[in-house]
């Protein structure tokens, strides 16, 4: 297999796995009717909708905000995309793949809600005080294995990527 078809199937399975536990939760498991579900001591799924970008930075749900995290976001699955078609290494392609699929999935639920869907919450109790992760979902979980994947090939691959 080439590494371009690794890194395509790679951001068609992100894609599909996102947008079906989305779709799942949502839909077929109600999470948004039952509140938070303790799945265990520091693991909890929980709706939340990030009308955002990562980590919920920027707030804004208005029409003009959105349009716009959507066309960056569109901007930088193209780049990325260009950058996956003339990457040599496996690693580099998949993660890029990753990447790109995560970003879609988001992309998605942008288009169909106005906000990305997040559900994933780790948290720990320390001396009565509960610290908690950011919500997050698959897409999210993809993006963040991409970036790992490529500063890996970065700094310990032969070659390594180099962005366009």
């Known amino acids: 297999m080439t590494p371009l078809r690794a890194g395509i199937l790679s951001a068609i399975g992100t894609v599909i796995l996102d947008q079906a536990s989305k779709l799942w939760l949502l839909n077929v498991f109600d999470l948004a009717h039952r509140g938070v579900v303790r799945v265990t001591p520091f693991f909890d799924l929980v709706l939340a909708w990030n009308i955002g970008i990562s980590f919920g930075w920027l707030q804004n749900d208005g029409q003009a905000a959105q349009i716009a995290l959507m066309a960056v976001k569109a901007i930088a699955v193209i780049a990325l995309a260009i950058w996956m078609a003339r990457s040599h290494t496996l690693l580099a392609t998949i993660a ?8 879609i999935g988001n992309g998605i639920d942008r288009l169909a809600y106005g906000a990305v869907v997040d559900f994933a919450l780790f948290h720990i109790d320390i001396g009565g005080n509960t610290y908690n992760w950011y919500v997050f979902n698959l897409a999210d979980v993809a993006i963040v294995a991409g970036v790992a994947g490529l500063l890996y090939d970065s700094f310990l691959g032969v070659p390594a990527a180099k962005a366009p």
């Open 96 to 103: 890029l793949g990753l990447i790109i699929g995560g970003a």
